[in-house]
């Protein structure tokens, strides 16, 4: 058990029609709180870094990342996987993987087709090589402050083509989800879900899990959605913690980082009791 390659933990789920949850996390904190919720809960989960954060923002870099995933999940009994979230660069997939990541996802849904199967593929077979497995966005998943363009839908034909042609080991489709909150409640296509599940054996991920309706979530489980990822209401729920604590003058500066967690763990724990694992 413990740490985990994302493929093992996947099949997992998708034995028991469920789902893990994935988290966006950015610093010692948010892994650490992921990581002993799971334990506590004894249900798996995924730490996932969003690139920016490693190469824009420079908050952590991929290989304290990786490492503070990996050395965290050996403590506890658990399965606990590593991910790199959206990507469309192979050089930095690559050197994700290198410093330890076994999970990724090239992302190439804003490419025409025959594009991204070709990419797609180009990043599996590095990848499997280095013993890592890989997850690929087909269909649009855009922000959730638009109208969500149900043409952009993932088409399930086309989603046994695609997973055929690059042996891609998961699977992020367009359903009714989108990245941010919502402007207005969503409404997952269940029925496409099952379609899309019918036609191909990969993992099926959900993104922009913040914000859908538990009712719905719990049906997507239960038709062939195993890996759901969250980021926005986590990653917010850090940064206005950081805030209070930071400023709080009663607060010691040492006391701090304790006070943070323990606010991300009480939304963790409502957050992971969504899954059968």
């Known amino acids: 058990m413990a740490f985990l390659r994302v493929r093992e933990i996947l099949k997992q789920a998708d034995e028991k029609k469920t789902s893990v949850i994935a988290f966006n996390c950015i610093d010692y904190s948010t892994i650490y709180s992921v990581i002993a919720v799971a334990e506590e809960l004894n249900k798996p989960a995924i730490c996932m870094l969003y690139p920016e954060h490693a190469y824009g923002k420079n908050v952590i870099n991929l290989a304290g990342f990786a490492s503070t995933v990996k050395s965290l999940a050996e403590r506890v009994s658990?399965?606990?996987?590593?991910?790199?979230?959206?990507?469309?660069?192979?050089?930095?997939?690559?050197?994700?993987?290198?410093?330890?990541f076994t999970s990724v996802m090239y992302d190439g849904a804003m490419l025409p087709l025959e594009e991204n199967i070709a990419n797609t593929r180009k990043v599996v077979e590095t990848a499997h090589l280095l013993g890592a497995d890989v997850e690929a966005e087909l269909g649009y998943i855009g922000l959730a402050e638009k109208d969500l363009d149900t043409d952009a839908y993932t088409q399930p034909e086309i989603a046994a083509r695609f997973v055929n042609e690059t042996g891609v080991d998961s699977l992020a489709i367009a359903i009714g989800s989108a990245h941010g909150?919502?402007?207005?409640?969503?409404?997952?296509?269940?029925?496409?879900?099952?379609?899309?599940?019918?036609?191909?054996?990969?993992?099926?991920?959900l993104h922009g899990g913040t914000g859908i309706p538990e009712d719905q979530l719990e049906a997507a489980f239960t038709r062939g959605i195993n890996k759901l990822n969250v980021g926005t209401e986590y990653l917010r729920l850090w940064k206005s913690s950081m805030a209070k604590y930071t400023m709080d003058e009663t607060c010691l500066p040492e006391e701090a980082p304790g006070k943070v967690q323990e606010q991300l763990m009480n939304y963790l724990r409502k957050k992971m009791q969504l899954t059968k694992m």
């Not at 658990?78 to 330890?100: M, Q, R, T």
């Open 78 to 100: 658990v399965p606990i996987g590593v991910h790199l979230d959206h990507s469309s660069d192979y050089s930095f997939i690559i050197e994700a993987i290198k410093s330890g």
């Open 181 to 205: 909150i919502y402007a207005s409640t969503p409404h997952l296509d269940l029925q496409r879900l099952d379609e899309i599940n019918a036609a191909t054996e990969a993992f099926l991920v």
